[in-house]
């Protein structure tokens, strides 16, 4: 089956420091992938995704490049902010027929930045 | 509201009752999802909604687990019976199209605690 694995938290790292959290998945099938966050107190919302091979998804100062050759998605920022503080989700979603599908989540990373 | 509204937040129940979880989508999604969140994991695909079809309902972890949408807007979730195991937060979703590289949108969560 679909599976989704990212690096364990909690990650602390200092204000301004470079980030990366590797996310590598199992699909049975072409997936688009994705990258949600989730802020203390507040629900999932979706930071950037990428639909194919190659393609680079970025926002907010993050992003994340789709490698089908080593089916992988890591998420990475240049210079990180107090206010970045979160849960991380690597996830994919691989529709039959074309059609949507349900997610698969990693476990999160949790992510702590230290001003 | 313009996002995706779940009620209750919070649910406190005695083992053995019954629960019902309400989803209110965003105006015009077609697509409704339902996920289980343990504490300290990523969220788990429960069921998926076209419409008012009930397209895939292979997450939902036991006959005890009922879903419905029979408008196609407003789901609601019920779990008869309920056991301590089923303790989670209960998160809706959608998106506008059943295409599986469109994001989903996901609501706040309902927290229910089965004592």
Redesign the interface.
């Known amino acids: 089956g679909d599976s989704?694995t990212q690096m364990e938290g909690p990650v602390t790292l200092s204000e301004e420091a470079f980030l990366t959290i590797n996310c590598t998945y199992t699909a049975t099938g072409y997936?688009?992938l994705?990258w949600?966050v989730q802020y203390p107190g507040?629900?999932?919302?979706?930071l950037l995704?990428a639909?194919k091979a190659d393609d680079k998804g970025s926002n907010k100062g993050f992003e994340a490049t789709y490698r089908k050759e080593t089916t992988s998605f890591h998420l990475e920022k240049g210079s990180v902010q107090v206010s970045d503080s979160a849960v991380y989700?690597c996830?994919l979603?691989?529709?039959s027929g074309?059609?949507?599908?349900?997610?698969?989540?990693?476990?999160?990373t949790h992510l702590i930045i230290q001003p | 509201g313009a996002g995706v509204s779940q009620s209750p937040r919070y649910k406190v129940a005695k083992r053995g009752q019954d629960v019902a979880l309400r989803c209110d989508p965003i105006s015009g999604h077609v697509s409704l999802f339902w996920y289980q969140q343990a504490l300290g994991q990523g969220p788990e695909f429960l069921t998926y909604f076209q419409n008012e079809a009930q397209l895939d309902k292979s997450g939902l972890p036991s006959d005890r687990f009922f879903a419905e949408r029979p408008e196609g807007s407003v789901s609601t979730l019920k779990i008869q019976r309920t056991q301590q195991e089923d303790s989670a937060v209960y998160l809706c979703a959608s998106s506008l199209v059943g295409s599986s590289n469109q994001p989903q949108h996901f609501g706040d969560g309902t927290r229910l605690s089965i004592l």
């Open positions: 989704v997936p688009s994705f949600y507040e629900g999932l919302q979706l995704k639909t989700f996830a979603s691989v529709g074309g059609g949507a599908d349900g997610l698969t989540f990693g476990k999160g």
